[in-house]
């Protein structure tokens, strides 16, 4: 059964406190994504990885960081740095290769609240 | 920074009505994605049309892209109460290392 998943699907933190998202696929996927999506909007790039070893910055990456050891993970570490935390996480692979082509598979997504 | 803006924010209509999403944007695509996503739920993608295209089809789906005006729309014919959902837009840019752009979506209610 092939998918990307995340865990957990609810988490609460206290303020101050690092926390880390879990993202996993079994697609054979090289590029993997997180976004943050708030109420009423839109998805947000928090970091991209093209390929193992390797990630890039999105549009709101201060305050997270994230690792890519593994093709099949790419955990996101949500630091005390991070202003406003609280928010729905999601989590997207896709094949790469396919030129001009970019369809994300995205995971159930990670609601984190923090308090 | 978002490059698709839907329209209208939000739509509400009967069972068995066809409902019509807009999506305009500002810069050169590679192609434009439409994703529907359920109340707390990951996005799901619904149809691709790549910038050389004018129109697909996916089921009930039809998507048109006018490059010119820098536009797409996704009608969804026959609807469901099922189809209520949120519907995002994203357009895949021309730049090497080009990443999907969202729009804030358009909340669809099918009212049964």
């Not at chain 1, 928090?46 to 201060?62: L, P, T």
């Not at chain 2, 329209?7 to 509400?12: F, G, I, R, T, V």
């Not at chain 2, 209509?13 to 990951?42: D, H, V």
């Amino acid at each position: 059964d092939g998918g990307i998943t995340q865990s957990p699907k609810y988490l609460f933190r206290k303020e101050g406190q690092n926390v880390t998202l879990s993202c996993e696929q079994n697609l054979n996927h090289d590029a993997m994504y997180w976004y943050r999506q708030d109420p009423g909007q839109g998805l947000r790039l928090i970091y991209y990885s093209q390929i193992v070893n390797d990630f890039q910055k999105g549009d709101i990456a201060e305050g997270y960081s994230v690792s890519r050891e593994k093709k099949e993970s790419f955990p996101l570490t949500v630091t005390s740095a991070q202003k406003n935390p609280t928010a729905f996480y999601l989590c997207a692979s896709s094949i790469k290769g396919l030129a001009g082509a970019n369809e994300q598979y995205f995971g159930p997504g990670t609601r984190l609240t923090v308090t | 920074s978002q490059q698709g803006e839907e329209d209208p924010q939000a739509l509400s209509i009967q069972e068995g009505e066809n409902a019509t999403m807009n999506c305009s944007y500002k810069t050169s695509i590679n192609n434009l994605q439409w994703y529907r996503q359920n109340s707390g739920r990951g996005l799901v993608h619904l149809i691709l049309i790549r910038s050389n295209e004018r129109e697909k089809h996916s089921g009930r789906l039809r998507v048109t892209l006018d490059t010119s005006k820098k536009s797409s729309s996704l009608l969804i014919t026959a609807s469901r109460a099922a189809d209520t959902a949120s519907y995002f837009c994203a357009t895949d840019g021309t730049g090497a290392n080009s990443k999907l752009t969202f729009g804030k979506g358009i909340t669809l209610s099918v009212r049964p």
